[in-house]
């Protein structure tokens, strides 16, 4: 329970954060294999712009209509998905043009899910991890939005457990989970997720654009080739923008119905 607070806590402080890291700009996709994924063009390198960080500041709250409606797209172990650039399976209708084709920001990716009752993906299990690396290769993504985070703000420093936060920090937000250190293949399973390349030629996490910006890394996305690297996780900066998968979040699903008896989810 006091690790579920903590996380509840965290999150609610990284939203905050996450805005005042927002850059003015916006162009922050790769044309080319040789500028890096999280850099900007040498004229774009701004640090965040506070004027820019009025929109998204907190998490949204479900939205019990919305949660009756929301897309189930596919099915995965019980839980419900849905892309955010599709437009089919129930409840396209109400997304159509919400979602389709736009880039946010991670916040933006997860109160998109959240107030549908999912939240940005979290891959606990490489099987889960296998089904979502699957989806970005069948679909030829560039890129995906998850909901991992790493504990990098107020709250994360007394956590001695977390320590050090680039090899212990990062967990799952939509499932409040931790995850297994970054530096070897998570027990269980057969390949390392994290990437062994990025901007500075060594494996992921690498919070490359620290140096370039000062802005952290703190943000779990989902690469495809990026770096000649197949599909891999990488850490990146919150405020680059993309796509995402929505994942059914059990806890924003519990709630609605607690308060909504009648409902059907
Ligand atoms: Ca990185």
Same mark, same amino acid.
């Given at each position: 329970?006091?690790?579920?607070?903590?996380?509840?806590?965290?999150?609610? !402080? !990284?939203?905050?954060?996450?805005?005042?890291?927002?850059?003015?700009?916006?162009?922050? #996709?790769?044309?080319?294999?040789? +500028?890096?994924?999280?850099?900007?063009?040498?004229?774009?390198?701004?640090?965040?712009?506070?004027? %820019?960080?009025?929109?998204?500041?907190?998490? &949204?709250?479900?939205?019990?209509?919305?949660?009756?409606? +929301?897309?189930?797209?596919?099915?995965?172990?019980?839980?419900?998905?849905?892309?955010?650039?599709?437009?089919?399976?129930?409840?396209?209708?109400?997304? !159509?043009?919400?979602?389709?084709?736009?880039?946010?920001?991670?916040?933006?990716?997860?109160?998109?899910?959240?107030? #549908?009752?999912?939240?940005?993906?979290?891959?606990?299990?490489?099987?889960?991890?296998?089904?979502? $690396?699957?989806?970005?290769?069948? +679909? /030829?993504?560039?890129?995906?939005?998850? &909901?991992?985070?790493?504990?990098?703000?107020?709250?994360? &420093?007394?956590?001695?457990?977390?320590?050090?936060?680039?090899?212990?920090?990062? $967990?799952?937000?939509?499932?409040?989970?931790?995850?297994? @250190?970054? /530096?070897?293949?998570?027990?269980?399973?057969?390949?390392?997720?994290?990437?062994?390349?990025?901007?500075?030629?060594? @494996?992921?996490?690498?919070?490359?654009?620290?140096?370039?910006?000062?802005? &952290?890394?703190?943000?779990?996305?989902?690469?495809?080739?990026?770096?000649?690297?197949?599909?891999?996780?990488?850490?990146?900066?919150?405020?680059?923008?993309?796509? $995402?998968?929505?994942? %059914?979040?059990?806890?924003?699903? %519990?709630?609605?119905?607690?308060? /909504?008896?009648?409902?059907?989810?």
């Amino acid at each position: 329970m006091r690790l579920l607070l903590v996380f509840a806590v965290v999150v609610a !402080a !990284a939203a905050a954060q996450i805005n005042q890291r927002r850059p003015g700009q916006t162009n922050n #996709r790769v044309h080319n294999n040789q +500028r890096p994924h999280n850099q900007q063009p040498q004229n774009q390198q701004q640090p965040p712009q506070k004027a %820019d960080s009025q929109k998204g500041t907190l998490l &949204s709250l479900p939205e019990p209509q919305l949660c009756a409606s +929301r897309p189930k797209q596919w099915n995965f172990n019980g839980h419900n998905y849905f892309f955010s650039w599709d437009n089919e399976g129930e409840g396209f209708y109400e997304l !159509a043009g919400e979602t389709q084709g736009r880039k946010v920001n991670w916040l933006e990716a997860r109160n998109e899910c959240r107030r #549908r009752c999912m939240d940005a993906v979290s891959m606990e299990t490489e099987a889960e991890n296998n089904m979502i $690396f699957q989806f970005i290769q069948d +679909r /030829n993504l560039s890129y995906i939005w998850t &909901s991992g985070r790493l504990c990098d703000f107020t709250g994360c &420093s007394e956590r001695k457990d977390l320590h050090p936060i680039n090899i212990y920090g990062w $967990f799952w937000s939509n499932t409040n989970t931790k995850m297994a @250190p970054t /530096n070897s293949t998570p027990p269980g399973w057969a390949a390392q997720p994290w990437s062994p390349a990025g901007h500075t030629g060594g @494996p992921q996490p690498d919070n490359a654009e620290y140096d370039i910006n000062q802005t &952290s890394e703190s943000c779990l996305g989902v690469l495809n080739n990026i770096y000649k690297d197949g599909i891999k996780w990488h850490d990146i900066a919150c405020y680059h923008k993309k796509p $995402f998968v929505c994942e %059914d979040s059990d806890a924003l699903l %519990d709630y609605v119905k607690g308060t /909504n008896p009648t409902i059907i989810l």
